[in-house]
């Protein structure tokens, strides 16, 4: 049998980490609780962890400095919870590399549904290549069963999953202008927030590893009132036997 994810709540209000852990058990999820960075470390350590749910507000090192610090070391996908109306954390805990984010208070149901959500596309874009795995643009090559991106070199580029769905959703549509609303149902397969900001942030950390000049894209153009388009041509090889 395939062992259940493994998720690590790093929350230090002991009530909301119990209710939390406990829902998620119930829901066939295996749960490890830290209070604060310290001991986020010693879990990782010590076990395998398929995803942390990760507050911001952590006593000693704070969650924005604990993800900056994760995603120089780890692609492990990291879901952020946020106190009501901080935008602004939530924008740069995007920009650092975390994958999603929840404002507090929040439903658990909706906690679990992005948890799950966010772990569907680690598995790799299910039904929408239609056996292709491999897309080159511009000397780059992505691997689609690798969930992987190679550059001109054969270097391989480090992507977030958040950054590889997205990347992957333009390759299999070149040449389309896409919404910030469709670019978010295909990659998170959710609706946007009145504020949301998260495609505009993973299209500027894209930006920075693929263009030349990240300050004057050549293959992410941004359409004014329409969204953004993915100019190259896009080749794609059929999957590996």
């Known amino acids: 049998m395939t062992a259940s994810p493994h998720i690590l709540v790093v929350e230090d209000d002991r009530e909301i980490s119990t209710l939390v852990a406990r829902y998620l058990r119930g829901n066939d999820l295996r749960v490890s609780q830290a209070g604060d960075g310290r001991e986020m470390d010693r879990v990782l350590a010590d076990a395998r962890v398929d995803l942390i749910v990760l507050d911001l507000m952590l006593p000693g090192e704070d969650g924005l400095s604990i993800c900056r610090r994760l ?60 056996g292709v795995r491999r897309f080159g643009f511009c000397g780059f ?21 958040a950054e590889f769905d997205l990347l992957h959703a333009l390759c299999l549509r070149p040449g ?17 927030g009145p504020f949301e900001r998260s495609i505009d942030v993973l299209v500027s950390r894209i930006r920075q590893k693929i263009e030349r000049d990240p300050r004057n894209p050549e293959m992410i153009k941004t359409i004014r009132s329409g969204g953004y388009l993915f100019t190259p041509a896009v080749t794609a090889g059929l999957a590996e036997a």
């Open 176 to 192: 389309r202008v896409l919404s910030r609303d469709q670019l978010l149902d295909l990659t998170q397969g959710r609706a946007p």
């Open 141 to 161: 090559v992505l691997d689609s069963g690798l969930r992987q991106l190679l550059d001109p070199d054969g270097a391989q580029v480090s992507l977030t999953g």
């Open 71 to 130: 995603r120089a070391i780890s692609s492990v996908p990291i879901l952020m919870l946020t106190a009501k109306g901080e935008e602004v954390d939530r924008i740069v805990g995007l920009e650092i590399g975390a994958d999603d984010y929840l404002a507090k208070p929040f439903n658990p149901r909706e906690l679990l549904a992005r948890i799950r959500a966010i772990l569907r596309r680690g598995g790799g874009p299910a039904g929408l290549d239609d």
